[in-house]
């Protein structure tokens, strides 16, 4: 069982920064990706940013040039450095790691959220 550590996140004013941190436990090879989901109230949960094991980092188009994704040298940990926030980027924010089980099935697991507030 991969279970997902998060934190940072809070209030802040609009155009301050924000940093969220996600370490998986145990520190696994198989995880495939590590991201940040949010969820606004009323409006689904959607990716914010995503990275694979290549090193491929995929960002959603509202946040592009703003948010900047790192993982740590262990692989198993994340980092969201958000600047220029918006009232519209509040919301809970999810880590989200997609690990290969050992019949090389996909399963996801998921970080309990933090909440993000931007004032405006």
């Known amino acids: 069982q991969v279970q997902l550590v998060e934190s940072g996140g809070g209030l802040v004013q609009a155009g301050g920064s924000l940093r969220l941190s996600c370490a998986a436990s145990?520190?696994?090879?198989?995880?495939?990706?590590m991201g940040w989901y949010r969820q606004a109230p009323g409006k689904e949960r959607e990716l914010v940013a995503d990275?694979?094991?290549?090193?491929?980092?995929l960002y959603t188009d509202s946040v592009k040039g703003r948010f900047f994704l790192s993982r740590g040298n262990a692989k198993n940990t994340v980092a969201l450095v958000m600047n220029s926030l918006k009232p519209e980027d509040t919301a809970v924010y999810f880590c989200?790691?997609?690990?290969?089980?050992?019949?090389?099935?996909?399963?996801?697991?998921w970080g309990q959220g933090t909440q993000v507030t931007v004032s405006s």
């Open positions: 990275i694979t094991r290549r090193d491929e980092i």
């Open positions: 145990p520190n696994i090879s198989s995880i495939y990706a």
């Open positions: 989200k790691a997609d690990v290969i089980g050992e019949s090389g099935n996909m399963h996801d697991y």
